[in-house]
T-cell receptor
Framework: ETGVTQSPTHLIKTRGQQVTLRCSSQ?????VSWYQQALGQGPQFIFQ???????GRGNFPPRFSGLQFPNYSSELNVNALELDDSALYLC???????????FGPGTRLTVT | QKEVEQNSGPLSVPEGAIASLNCTYS??????FFWYRQYSGKSPELIMS????GDKEDGRFTAQLNKASQYVSLLIRDSQPSDSATYLC????????????FGTGTQLKVEL
């Protein structure tokens, strides 16, 4: 059974640029949720995708957007990067809308 | 008021002792609760889930839930140095993306 994978592992971007992060869900999982974790904080919910549709969104501006593909993999796009976007971005997958979510290794984004 | 609250610690216990980690939540509509373990620089790993009042045991871990008091705890018996990590408490909210709301985590240190 393959776990959740994310790419890239690390990324350095300049303020104002755009970034795309990728996630492949665990085998058998069709729901993907994205979280942002700042240093010393718990993960904060960005949004969730189920059956290729956004199924809910946290308190993040529209410059955070996403996609889910037919194979259940997902992308997180962030436009007009700000310094405060520097964080660990986590993808979690689950079976349908079940409660238990399993995280990938994360992408560390640094905005300079 | 934060929705999920944890003492940030650090909580220090000697090897072999019982570590007790606590969490309170404000949303009475929260249905399910989870404990994640996060090693420094790594992503959260699901270690326990609990859905109904009472205790749930899995190996050295016991999760306790009291919905009337809005209180969740995690007990780790026979603590080992490898248990040293940050423990994140999360509450599940149905609707709005079925998101997990996390506390800021409690740092546990198991000393030799």
């Amino acid at each position: 059974e393959t776990g959740v994978t994310q790419s890239p592992t690390h990324l350095i971007k300049t303020r104002g640029q755009q970034v795309t992060l990728r996630c492949s869900s665990q085998s058998g999982h069709n729901t993907v949720s994205w979280y942002q974790q700042a240093l010393g904080q718990g993960p904060q919910f960005i949004f969730q995708y189920y059956r290729e549709e956004e199924n809910g969104r946290g308190n993040f501006p529209p410059r955070f957007s996403g996609l889910q593909f037919p194979n259940y993999s997902s992308e997180l796009n962030v436009n007009a990067l700000e310094l405060d976007d520097s964080a660990l971005y986590l993808c979690a997958s689950s079976v349908g809308l079940s409660y238990e979510q399993y995280f990938g290794p994360g992408t560390r984004l640094t905005v300079t | 008021q934060k929705e999920v609250e944890q003492n940030s610690g650090p909580l220090s216990v000697p090897e072999g002792a019982i570590a007790s980690l606590n969490c309170t939540y404000s949303d009475r509509g929260s249905q399910s609760f989870f404990w994640y373990r996060q090693y420094s620089g790594k992503s959260p790993e699901l270690i326990m889930s609990i859905y109904s009042n009472g205790d749930k045991e899995d190996g050295r871990f016991t999760a306790q839930l009291n919905k009337a008091s809005q209180y969740v705890s995690l007990l780790i018996r026979d603590s080992q140095p490898s248990d040293s990590a940050t423990y994140l408490c999360a509450a599940y909210h149905e609707g709005g993306g079925n998101k997990l709301t996390f506390g800021t985590g409690t740092q546990l240190k198991v000393e030799l």
